[in-house]
């Protein structure tokens, strides 16, 4: 494949702009349109941005475009969870027992910002902005736009489209109604949303609360987080049903309930938030899904790619990550030199879509984990054996955490059966009172691998790993 041939980029977020930094550095022509305004030079954050947990898959990203140095000046690292008890009292409990592994807490923003900037130091990419995608025609390469300023449409052709236009994909749209080719599609959508609210600094700049950790309010069927930012202030997200539960987004409706609600449920939260009825009626309340589709390209023509080919919810931390991968696994495919364009889109779905539909499960996994299983007395014995065996045999355990989160050269697929399989062997050793968590960890260690393998080749035989 020649590398003068001209690729179009539907969607300039984090993935589209990663995209076309690499492709621009492999010396492709590249063109990306993005429909909103140059987060550069306009806010538009209004209150969706979610902080972004930036960990090892992402920098793997970083690393193969040469920006490592620059994000990591861009970090706040999150060495654990600290829990907040409905009575103010809070305990952390850390993301592995080697010191380190951590999580980062980074500004979309800001992130984005960077990556725009260096694709565009590349005189064989050029950004466009305000323009909408409407449709695009997959069998012809060409792409239907809107000018927000002007109000004209205007096709666009190239010799590939790659859509990283996020979960309200108009290629992927263009999939479904083009009914062209067997096309699969699902999305699913929990009962809760979320709505981004704020704890800002003091007035001298500094956290009001602990800096360098992800702080957790778990209620069991509804909870609050807490993200850091670099100016001191941080993004507090409240994740609740729509209507279920004595309180819930469509029962929320004036300042007196919402305080009520936060005065009983998260009393040190409130003390930090005298912003909290203007954060909460001012930013919006917005869905929570899941988007699974196949195939993700049609001939060599067109690809999706981030979220617009796999959508998750946010609970592991890992929808940029996962992303970011893609650009990784992508390059990697590119490297082979393979015939054509299908061939190579066909080989990057191939490898990469059983890593994606997983991530997602596990992201809902730890939606439940998060708001409710954080609390219970056996999962906090299980997280402190996990911990103590990754400090003292940092070479022989690694929890389905750290596999996801830590393990870069892992896929999600193989994470999370080895994961969910040591989950199972920890809580089932500890239920039939097997292993104590003040016993001898060697030969903790020991029991855990047996059991572990021994529900492994249970499912190799249930035909549940394949």
């Not at 060495?79 to 592994?101: L, W």
Request: contains cysteine; charged residues 25%.
């Amino acid at each position: 494949m020649k590398k003068q041939q001209n690729i179009l980029i539907i969607g300039a977020g984090l993935c589209g702009s990663l995209l076309a930094l690499r492709l621009g550095q492999r010396g492709y022509n590249v063109s990306v349109f993005e429909m909103r305004p140059d987060l550069r030079k306009v806010d538009i954050s209004a209150g969706r941005s979610i902080n972004l947990a930036f960990s090892d898959r992402g920098n793997k990203a970083m690393k193969l475009v040469g920006l490592e140095d620059q994000v990591k000046a861009l970090c706040i690292p999150m060495h654990g969870r600290m829990i907040h008890d409905a009575h103010g009292n809070t305990f952390q409990s850390n993301y592995s027992g080697r010191t380190h592994e951590f999580i980062n807490s980074i500004s979309r923003g800001e992130l984005n910002a960077l990556l725009l900037d260096e694709a565009e130091k590349h005189e064989n990419v050029k950004i466009y902005f305000n323009k909408k995608c409407k449709s695009v025609d997959f069998e012809n390469t060409t792409a239907l736009f809107k000018d927000y300023k002007s109000k004209d449409e205007f096709l666009e052709d190239a010799d590939v489209i790659i859509a990283t236009d996020g979960a309200g994909s108009a290629l992927r749209k263009s999939y479904y109604l083009g009914k062209k080719f067997l096309f699969s599609f699902s999305q699913a959508y929990l009962t809760h949303g979320y709505k981004e609210l704020s704890i800002l600094p003091k007035d001298n700049g500094d956290f009001k609360i602990y800096k360098n950790a992800l702080h957790i309010w778990p209620r069991g069927s509804f909870m609050l987080i807490a993200l850091p930012n670099l100016d001191g202030s941080f993004t507090v997200t409240l994740f609740l049903s729509y209507d279920e539960g004595t309180y819930n987004f469509n029962n929320l409706t004036n300042d007196e309930r919402v305080l009520e609600f936060f005065s009983k449920e998260f009393p040190d939260a409130l003390a930090v938030m005298p912003n909290l009825l203007e954060d909460f009626f001012t930013n919006p309340t917005a869905p929570l899904g899941t988007i699974k589709c196949s195939p993700w390209h049609y001939k060599g023509n067109t690809l999706l790619m981030g979220d617009a080919a796999h959508a998750i919810v946010p609970f592991y931390g890992q929808g940029m990550n996962a992303s970011f991968e893609d650009v990784v696994e992508f390059d990697a495919v590119l490297d082979e030199n393979l015939s054509s364009w299908e061939a190579t889109f066909k080989t990057f779905e191939k490898r990469r879509k059983k890593d994606t539909d997983a991530i997602a499960d596990l992201a809902i996994d730890n939606f439940h984990e998060m708001k409710g299983h954080v609390n219970q007395a056996i999962f906090q014995e299980k997280r402190k054996l996990e911990m103590a065996l990754e400090k003292q045999f940092p070479k022989d355990y690694t929890s389905k955490y750290a596999l996801v989160t830590f393990n870069e050269d892992i896929g999600y697929r193989e994470a999370m059966l080895r994961g969910r399989a040591q989950d199972k062997a920890i809580l089932n050793l500890l239920a039939d009172k097997k292993i104590d968590i003040n016993g001898d960890l060697k030969t903790i260690l020991e029991q855990v691998k047996q059991e572990t393998e021994a529900i492994l080749e249970d499912d190799r035989i249930a035909g549940l790993n394949q």
